[in-house]
């Protein structure tokens, strides 16, 4: 089982960044990204169920960004827009193949058995 992420890089405030994750090796019930900004504890961004329909987001993030995934190749992705600086962190694609509908395993990087390699996002102000 591979996850591979990319597309992260610099931006200013405001702007937009796509970011993308190939899964392989096997199948996925659900998907999700999480992000880590320097000295503090990995975060929750978004979550989505394999077959799409029912994406979760963070507080912080709801409205500005969307997670959805290609059922052509299996890239996962999460697009952002009006990005902000407290937005800077390198941001982490995982999945499980397992589902649940539970809110407080949603959020939680423990729910996710598979995880790629992280990809720095930098927002200047």
């Known amino acids: 089982v591979q996850l591979q992420a990319s597309g992260g890089g610099l931006v200013q405030t405001g702007g937009s960044l796509r970011l993308s994750c190939t899964a392989s090796g096997r199948s996925f019930g659900r998907y999700a990204w999480f992000r880590q900004a320097p000295g503090k504890e990995r975060e929750f961004v978004a979550t989505?169920?394999?077959?799409?329909?029912?994406?979760y987001y963070s507080e912080s993030v709801k409205g500005r960004f969307t997670i959805f995934r290609d059922n052509r190749d299996n890239t996962l992705y999460l697009q952002m827009n009006s990005l902000k600086p407290e937005d800077t962190a390198v941001y982490f694609c995982?999945?499980?193949?397992?589902?649940?509908?539970?809110?407080?395993?949603?959020?939680?990087?423990?729910?996710?058995?598979?995880w790629g390699q992280g990809t720095q996002v930098t927002v200047s102000s």
């Open positions: 995982a999945a499980t193949g397992r589902d649940f509908t539970r809110r407080d395993y949603l959020t939680l990087s423990s729910s996710y058995d598979y």
């Open positions: 989505n169920t394999w077959r799409g329909g029912n994406a």
